[in-house]
């Protein structure tokens, strides 16, 4: 469970990663538009197959999604975010509206339903309710979680419910390790999630550290797909914003991660005591 998600209310717009779904590029790109304007991070897909393919390997807090395309429709992809990504909220547009659609859509899970197309105000509206839902589910999630941490404590008579640690681990430095089969960051008495993109990006600059990446370089190697200079930016700026929130959990880390002005990213091993399980590599 990403439970730096809960904090995302206070830090902003910023903190937010949004999907937007649609064939028709000027709405797909008119959309992404209003949304960045409004200070969120935004990614798009053109298809509904390439919809499926990012959530396969990406966690979004809302999804804009037209619900009629060819191949793949909305409503697939709404059943693929119901059984995959049941906390991520889905926001469905259509030029072509109908009851028995819209009873579908809510009864799939989406949280809105709107026809195309929507003043700016009314998609923004309909995401500001979206995320603040998102938050909401995220925090009662993180909540039941520490209430079952302490009940699993008391009932073994100790202070914190002992930590299953990965049996193949790089220690980055600390009292800090990754694993990176497990896709988790742990230390001794903490252990955080990746996904599986966070953990890519983890090991790509652990195994190069002191390396200057490009951006252009990063999506490459991460998400496995080439970008325009200008693109690449846009896409991987979230990505290393949520890994660094992650990281921030545990003392010294947030200077691990340097952003070299005007070229990319490097992984600093001067700002820790850096030592390596060669298992792990």
């Keep these: 469970m990403t439970a730096y998600r809960t904090s995302t209310l206070s830090a902003g717009t910023a903190s937010f990663l949004i999907l937007v779904v649609d064939d028709e590029a000027t709405m797909r790109r008119s959309l992404a538009d209003i949304l960045r304007l409004e200070g969120y991070h935004v990614q798009m897909a ?3 197959e390439e919809a499926i393919q990012r959530l396969q390997s990406e966690t979004y807090d809302l999804i804009l999604l037209d619900l009629k395309m060819p191949g793949v429709s909305g409503v697939e992809v709404l059943r693929f975010v119901a059984k995959t990504a049941p906390e991520t909220q889905v926001i469905l547009l259509t030029a072509h ?9 809510l009864r799939l899970g989406a949280q809105d339903y709107l026809l195309k197309p929507s003043s700016p ?21 993180e909540l039941l979680s520490h209430l079952e941490s302490s009940v699993q404590a008391i009932k ?23 694993d990176f089969e497990q896709r988790v960051i742990w ?28 951006h252009q370089e990063l999506v490459s190697k991460v998400q496995g797909y080439d970008t325009t200079r200008q693109e690449a930016p846009l896409i991987l700026r979230p990505l290393v914003s949520r890994l660094r929130r992650k990281l921030s959990k545990f003392p010294g880390s947030q200077d691990w991660i340097v952003n070299v002005r005007g070229k990319g990213y490097r992984f600093d091993p001067r700002k820790i005591s850096f030592l390596t399980n060669q298992k792990a590599k």
């Design 156 to 178: 073994e008579n100790k202070e914190t419910t002992p930590l299953i640690l990965p049996q193949q681990n790089a220690l980055i430095g600390n009292g800090v390790s990754v």
């Design 46 to 48: 053109k298809s509904g």
């Design 187 to 214: 230390s001794e008495n903490l252990q955080v999630s990746l996904t599986y993109t966070e953990s890519k990006l983890m090991k790509i600059l652990l195994d190069n550290r002191d390396t200057v990446f490009t």
């Design 121 to 141: 105000e009314s998609i923004l509206s309909s995401v500001a309710k979206a995320l603040k839902t998102r938050v909401e589910i995220l925090q009662n999630q």
């Design 97 to 105: 509206g109908s009851l028995e659609s819209a009873i579908e859509a």
